[in-house]
């Protein structure tokens, strides 16, 4: 199970911060990600990091958004800054994981984060 939070409304210009975390028993959790669907568009990839730690990020957020992971807790974070209006969207997270009740490696999928950058 993932759990996701802290979307909000912020201003443009503003910073925010969401997490997802998993829950329940893993044999291994491997890359993580952050996608996001805006209103009228395709999910599309925003952000992944790999369990070792590299990190790549969609053209339109390089150098204002950080993906980040905490492996102790099981967790992705994503730090946007100097928010614009188009990073309006739901904001998914995407964990490749091994979990102990299942014989496949799979993609899992949190339920999303809503994200208003608004005046």
């Known amino acids: 199970q993932l759990q996701a939070s802290g979307g909000g409304l912020v201003q443009p210009g503003g910073s925010l911060r969401i997490s997802c975390a998993a829950f329940?028993?893993?044999?291994?959790?491997?890359?993580m990600g952050w996608y996001r669907q805006g209103p009228g568009k395709q999910r599309e990839l925003v952000a992944g990091?790999?369990?070792?730690?590299?990190?790549n990020y969609a053209d339109s957020v390089k150098g204002r958004f950080t993906i980040s992971r905490d492996n102790a807790k099981n967790t992705v974070y994503l730090q946007m800054n100097s928010l614009k209006p188009e990073d309006t969207a739901v904001y998914y997270c995407?964990?490749?994981?091994?979990?102990?009740?299942?014989?496949?490696?799979?993609?899992?999928w949190g339920k999303g984060t809503l994200v208003t950058v608004s005046s």
């Open positions: 329940g028993s893993f044999f291994s959790i491997n890359a």
């Open positions: 995407n964990l490749n994981m091994h979990v102990t009740t299942s014989p496949f490696v799979m993609d899992y």
């Open positions: 990091i790999t369990s070792g730690g590299s990190t």
